[in-house]
């Protein structure tokens, strides 16, 4: 099993630093034009990556990872969500600034932490590798959370005028949902689980860096 997530890491690993890779570079040749293209550029890898993320999920079910299920799991749904149904969905929010931020933030945390992961697994420990995955999430993540719940913020007005994923049943049914509104209220989710995952962290930089110890944790 050790060797299964050691080879789930390295293609995490490669598939990040792939797409970071190719962010800086596309940004060093083509300057700020590079920026609405990202996700024509490297969405596809970035979806591929995060649709393999859930296999973390499966990993805490089954024991093989002893990460916090529930923190680990608002972590990847919140991408998933904004990734395939907020910016995959909406052809007009793919070119906007948020979506390179949002990227650049994601991969930058990815490729530390699959980087400390991996040599975690072969029992390598670099103080000032684990001290930057435990300690770069924690200003990180809460940016990441601004720049989601912008990136719902500029996609509400194209999902009220195209009416993506807003369902009216016919009659007899008087039921109907307006996606605009269940964004809006995953606004409100998605800043409470920010404060409950921020607590998380500074719990796991503690256990990993206040007493001194270091152990192989997903962070």
Not at 135 to 152: E, R
Request: glycine content about 6%; charged content about 15%.
């Amino acid at each position: 099993m050790n060797m299964y997530l050691f080879v789930y890491d390295l293609m995490q690993f490669c598939g990040h630093s792939w797409i970071f890779t190719n962010m800086i570079i596309r940004f060093m040749t083509f300057g700020k034009d590079s920026l609405a293209d990202t996700f024509h550029s490297i969405g596809l890898v970035m979806r591929l990556c995060q649709l393999l993320s859930v296999l973390e999920i499966l990993h805490i079910l089954v024991g093989i990872d002893k990460s916090r299920l529930l923190p680990r799991f608002l972590q990847i749904t919140e991408r998933i969500i904004i990734l395939f149904v907020v910016i995959n969905s909406q052809e007009e929010v793919q070119g906007k600034y948020v979506v390179c931020v949002l990227f650049f933030l994601w991969n930058l945390l990815d490729v530390v932490r699959y980087t400390y992961n991996m040599l975690a697994r072969m029992g390598i420990y670099y103080l000032p590798l684990t001290w930057l995955n435990f300690s770069l999430c924690i200003p990180l993540y809460p940016l990441s959370v601004l720049a989601k719940g912008f990136a719902i913020c500029v996609a509400l007005p194209y999902f009220e005028s195209f009416g993506t994923y807003s369902i009216k049943l016919p009659f007899p049914f008087t039921f109907s949902i307006y996606f605009p509104y269940v964004l809006k209220m995953y606004l409100l989710v998605l800043f409470a689980g920010m404060c409950f995952i921020i607590r998380n962290l500074f719990s796991e930089r503690v256990a990993h860096l206040g007493t001194g110890n270091i152990k192989n944790k997903r962070s």
